[in-house]
């Protein structure tokens, strides 16, 4: 069947094939037309738009047995929120209703004998099982994290206080180092031989050498300070160095450095029981490590005991940890205070610790204008590490002690031990050392409640008004504790720096950053390998 309206729209023709073949037509003459064309379109146009909600109306009518309104009861009730942009409230109700159960259940006491479940999973089966209300549940979930916290807090704990004891322990490659070179030096007149040879002794007070002062008792650690400084330096026939160490890592040492030339540079090996110098009287740091009870029971007692976890955050509980390092109370790390009188003969010195590792020509710091300072170092409160570079008087001293609140600035600038400059000329006119000495007796007669960390704090007192700032790029900081340090700027370092716990020698060092250390040590020599030091 087929429609067709005459363009006047007069008539109206309907034509429809039989099934003979023939083709049935019907005209049919409609009135003349009152309306315009433009009033048909508007007409045609708002019956389309309309048909399909008369088609939803239809739906509705024939579901409306479903639900007990009227059509168009429903057919507002369900769209006209949705077109208002409102929904049913009811969810809101029930989460604002869960949230005051919440509240109460948070300033309320949990219920003595409360069984609680091991899993989320074990809690859903029992509220589906035990048919919960929301205040039981509430409370259930309550006491599963607050379990759950306290289990996390504890393994940090145990966590922080294992890798304490890493850390203050001796590797077994490095202890048997140690022993083989002690034993070589019994039996090896080589491995005795005199440091430096008796034609270069008066080059150990030359001023016109580059002297480097290394304090330590790790072989390891030593060996690659010196070669790395060497391998580092456009004039190694101009460097000079003085390592010191303990009276039993003494032969050893001696030992490494005499079978190990780092030819042009000049080693010279001295244990502490060879400098006339350090005495009791002199030194009364030896005769409080030996002799005071707070001191060793500080640094080698119960470290938990006192140590509330509900309390203390894992962050200031490695901060103390780190603050008990055996290390604290060893001569070899108070040392660096006595240089003038240890080389009376040397104007200038850089100090090195032993877990440095030099990436850049040195000399350029014998030409440090330090301006008639004596101690050239890098700030430690500005740089683009906030971690690393953000300390304090603060953040190294208690000022809620009289004497500390009164004498310090907590806001003054820190700066680091590690890589120093001293001008022992300059120094030798000041009374740095007393000043340190007095300042040391001070926290003992406080029960060491003035500062936490060894000898960097009495050190920031005694050279107050004596330090210069030297440019950042020299000295780089926290590789030994910060998991995040930026490999492009260890890479452009001139010094860098393992302070913290992970030092590259442990196996909790960090795999990333150990390689611009392990490069210095050289694995194919004997000693090494037969101690098992792997690189790995």
Not at 142 to 147: D, F, G, I, N, V
């Amino acid at each position: 069947m087929q429609l067709h309206i005459s363009p006047s729209m007069r008539s109206i023709t309907i034509s429809s094939s039989s099934s003979n073949g023939f083709i049935d037509l019907m005209k049919i003459k409609v009135a003349a037309r009152h309306i315009s064309y433009r009033t048909l379109f508007h007409t045609i146009l708002i019956l389309a738009f309309l048909l399909p909600f008369v088609f939803i109306l239809t739906a509705l009518v024939t579901l409306e047995g479903v639900n007990k309104c009227s059509s168009f009861d429903c057919l507002g009730r369900r769209l006209g929120p949705r077109l208002l942009g409102r929904v049913d409230d009811s969810g809101h109700m029930l989460v604002k209703d869960f949230y005051k159960i919440l509240n109460q259940v948070n300033h309320e006491e949990i219920p003595d004998g409360l069984k609680l479940p091991d899993s989320y999973n074990q809690l859903v089966s029992e509220m589906k099982s035990n048919q919960y209300d929301a205040k039981t549940f509430a409370f259930m979930l309550r006491a599963m994290l607050e379990k759950f916290e306290r289990e996390i807090r504890e393994s940090k704990f145990a966590e922080l206080m294992n890798k304490h004891f890493a850390a203050s322990s001796i590797p077994k490659g490095i202890h048997c180092l140690s022993l083989r070179l002690t034993d070589e030096y019994s039996s090896n007149a080589h491995a005795r031989k005199q440091l430096p040879s008796p034609e270069l002794l008066p080059l150990l007070s030359d001023n016109s050498y580059h002297h480097f002062v290394l304090s330590t008792d790790n072989i390891l650690a030593a060996s690659v300070v010196v070669t790395s400084t060497v391998q580092s330096s456009l004039k190694p026939e101009k460097i000079v160095f003085h390592v010191i160490t303990d009276k039993k890592t003494y032969a050893g040492m001696h030992s490494w450095f005499a079978l190990n030339s780092v030819f042009p540079a000049i080693v010279e090996v001295k244990g502490v029981h060879q400098f006339d110098w350090l005495t009791r009287e002199n030194v009364p740091v030896l005769e409080a490590v030996e002799n005071h009870n707070g001191i060793r029971n500080y640094y080698h007692g119960n470290h938990i005991a006192g140590a509330n976890p509900s309390t203390t955050t894992p962050r200031m509980f490695a901060s103390k940890l780190q603050s008990r390092s055996p290390k604290y109370i060893s001569l070899l790390n108070h040392l660096r205070i006595y240089l003038p009188e240890l080389f009376p003969n040397l104007d200038k010195v850089v100090f090195l610790d032993d877990d440095v590792v030099i990436q850049r020509d040195l000399s350029p710091l014998w030409e440090i204008d330090l301006e008639g300072k004596v101690n050239g170092a890098v700030e430690t409160c500005k740089g683009e590490d906030e971690w690393v570079m953000s300390k304090y008087f603060k953040n190294y001293f208690n000022f809620s002690h009289p004497l500390i609140a009164k004498s310090l600035d907590p806001n003054e600038c820190a700066w680091a031990y590690g890589m120093n400059i001293f001008d022992l000329c300059a120094w030798r006119k000041t009374n740095i050392r007393e000043t340190y000495h007095s300042w040391l007796k001070e926290n003992l007669k406080s029960n060491l409640t003035m500062w936490k960390l060894g000898t960097l704090p009495p050190a920031l007192i005694a050279f107050k008004g004596h330090v210069q700032p030297i440019d950042p790029s020299w000295h780089m900081l926290g590789l030994g504790y910060q998991n995040n340090t930026n490999i492009e700027n260890v890479k452009k370092a001139a010094v860098i720096h393992y302070n913290g716990q992970s030092k590259p020698w442990l196996q909790i060092g960090f795999e990333h950053l150990r390689p611009f250390w392990t490069k210095h040590v050289n694995y194919s020599n004997d000693f090494i390998r037969n101690c098992h030091i792997m690189e790995s």
